[in-house]
């Protein structure tokens, strides 16, 4: 008979160790430690079982691939982020910081699933019936196929699903629910465990959609085991600023599609609205170029955006001149200030300094350097650019421009939207880069005057 001994193994990364410790020896994780109970293995190991029939291995040329029907939820950004919409028995983990609106984007899902035909079941465990109603009547979600329950348990859960058959099950959230055969209180790493399991096992059994709501933690993460993100099928993040309507759905995992797809979504006082075309969300609308402005095209997943940077350059007396950023990295904006100074000449050291990005837009990529170089250079020298220049491109300390990601897609979105120059990497030189971008300046100025006289 084997000898059984207590073992204590993390959640996260399987490290195990003889005695509790609060923080994983492994993957430095806290909390992460559980008490479990092993069998020592023999030393014959586990017995070999006969595999008759149709469990018998055979060459993958042999097998049949049958296509995957998908059926649309009728959001069309939603659809282009799950790859063409959603699979029969796909476990779908959509997660996101709270307010932002996930159960707002899932109970449009449901009405709109509902208003095609389907049934479905919205299990809410934060919400009563009646505050998921009020809901839907203020987002017009109401629908008779659409069915809607206020539960914790698991197994009261299950028995919901087994009486409505529904056709999609929503559950918001796989925290707040708890099984009662699982030691633990609910959002536990046992018990998310075991929630998202039986919901899977649910899902691929009966070829049933399931669209689980995911907490996330104070550093963005998904809160719970890791082993949450490797069971689901689709792990999806909604994100958005709550200064701003806009909101963006990006697939962070997809065994159905790709992963580089971005929704965009304007959350308004009666719901949640899909942007096919953001294209002029990230733009001002002043029709006289003004100084300090430069567009850029920033590609978020598949999708390329025009975005504006403004800066502003004011002359300073303070022995620290202020360093203000908003929608942009701070310490690549150091950098850029040092290469223009160093590089092309530009004082701007004994000046305060203000970039920005329009609309709520917030740039990470090395593409948008020659955009916030430019409209740095523009600010300070108090010269516009004219309203058919963009810029894309990174720059190096050396002050060379190097090509972005995707400058073919960024170039055709650029043309579609009416700018004729794109300024990229041809200039090979930020110096170069100014000049060519001046004397467009320039020469507006002297149509202007043309048209004066």
């Not at 004082?347 to 709520?360: E, F, I, M, Q, R």
Request: aromatic share 4%.
């Amino acid at each position: 008979m084997a000898r059984t001994q207590s073992l204590y193994r993390c959640t996260e990364c399987g490290w195990t160790s003889i005695k509790w410790v609060g923080r994983c020896g492994e993957c430095q994780a806290w909390g992460t430690v559980e008490d479990t109970t092993a069998a020592a293995t023999s030393s014959r190991g586990t017995a070999p079982v006969a595999v008759a029939g149709t469990r018998v291995a055979r060459p993958i040329t042999e097998a049949r691939g049958t296509a995957v029907q998908r059926w649309n939820t009728g959001i069309g950004e939603f659809d282009r982020v799950l790859g063409g919409g959603i699979v029969p028995g796909a476990a779908v983990l959509l997660s996101g910081e709270p307010g932002v609106g996930k159960s707002t984007l899932l109970l449009e899902v449901a009405s709109r699933a509902a208003a095609t035909g389907k049934r479905v079941l919205y299990v809410s465990a934060e919400e009563s019936v009646d505050q998921v109603r009020l809901r839907a009547e203020r987002t017009n979600a109401m629908h008779d196929q659409l069915y809607l329950a206020s539960e914790v348990d698991l197994g009261v859960i299950l028995g919901q699903i087994d009486q409505v058959q529904p056709d999609l099950v929503i559950a918001d959230s796989v925290q707040t629910i708890s099984s009662s055969t699982i030691d633990g209180i609910a959002g536990g790493t046992s018990q998310v465990r075991e929630v998202a399991s039986t919901l899977i096992r649910v899902a691929k059994e009966r070829g049933l959609p399931v669209l689980i709501v995911g907490h996330v933690t104070k550093d963005g993460t998904i809160a719970g085991p890791r082993l949450l993100e490797h069971l689901v099928d689709v792990v999806c993040h909604f994100e958005g600023d709550r200064q701003t309507a806009l909101r963006f759905v990006r697939a962070l995992k997809n065994r159905f599609g790709p992963t580089d797809e971005v929704g965009c979504f304007d959350m308004a006082g009666d719901g949640i609205h899909e942007v096919p075309d953001p294209s002029g969300l990230f733009m001002s609308r002043n029709g006289t170029p003004v100084s300090g402005t430069c567009v850029t095209v920033a590609l978020e997943g598949r999708r390329a955006l025009p975005v504006e940077v403004q800066a502003l350059v004011v002359p300073s007396s303070a022995p620290q001149p202020r360093r203000v950023v908003n929608g942009v990295d701070a310490s690549r904006v150091a950098m850029l200030l040092a290469v223009l100074e160093r590089r092309a000449g530009l004082k701007l050291s004994d000046a305060d300094v203000y970039v920005s990005t329009v609309g709520g837009m917030k740039l990470t990529e090395p593409g948008a350097d020659l955009a916030i170089a430019l409209a740095l250079a523009s600010a300070a020298r108090d010269r516009p650019y004219p309203h058919t220049l963009a810029a894309v491109g990174e720059i190096s300390l050396a002050g060379e421009i190097r090509p972005a990601t995707g400058a073919k897609q960024r170039a055709s979105e650029a043309s579609r939207l009416g700018f004729t120059t794109v300024l990229g990497a041809e200039a090979e030189h930020l110096r170069e880069a100014l000049r060519v971008a001046f004397s467009l300046t320039q020469s507006v100025r002297e149509r202007e005057l043309d048209r004066a006289f």
